[in-house]
């Protein structure tokens, strides 16, 4: 009884800690069944999504619907593959609020089989928006300061040869 105890102290102490780490990070988690293809989704990933826990739709409808019209393809296609093959995976796409807020996306999966036989996958999204715009904008002061640089070498080279007194 007292092993029995113990276990369910350090079960509930590790379930602390990764809710904490959930939290802090902003990652959702999510589960399929791959036979029929029933997804679970925290409180978390509807909120990824912009979708209430009890908006009536599925995991799967949502995450189709949600997302970018330029991935759907290449994500539907990538998800057939991954369940047919069952291989881990990790994959970044776009989707697309109610109100036309873009979103990206990181999800991580991977394969298990439970006590039945069954393949189930389980998964995390991660909202990567903030660090995809941090990325554009360095880009962006990173064309900004080659332009200026270049501005700068073109102005120096016109006065180092330009006579002394047309200065």
């Not at 009884?1 to 276990?7: D, E, P, T, W």
């Not at 990764?18 to 902003?26: G, H, N, R, T």
Request: aromatic share 8%.
């Amino acid at each position: 009884m007292r092993v029995r105890h113990l276990n369910l102290t350090t079960v509930r102490r590790l379930s602390r800690r990764m809710q904490l780490a959930l939290d802090a990070s902003k990652i959702g988690v999510w589960e399929m069944d791959v036979a029929t293809g029933n997804a679970i989704w925290d409180a978390r990933m509807y909120a990824l999504y912009d979708k209430s826990p009890d908006c009536g739709q599925g995991a799967l409808q949502i995450w189709s619907e949600r997302l970018h019209p330029d991935d759907q393809q290449k994500e539907k296609t990538s998800l057939e593959i991954t369940l047919a093959e069952e291989k881990d995976f990790q994959s970044t796409f776009r989707i697309v609020l109610e109100d036309g807020t873009i979103r990206y996306l990181q999800a991580f999966g991977a394969f298990y089989k439970d006590r039945r036989g069954r393949t189930h996958v389980i998964g995390v999204n991660r909202d990567t928006t903030e660090d995809v715009q941090l990325q554009e904008d360095l880009k962006r002061a990173n064309i900004e300061a080659q332009r200026k640089t270049r501005h700068w070498r073109m102005r120096r080279r016109s006065c180092a040869t330009t006579p002394f007194m047309m200065r």
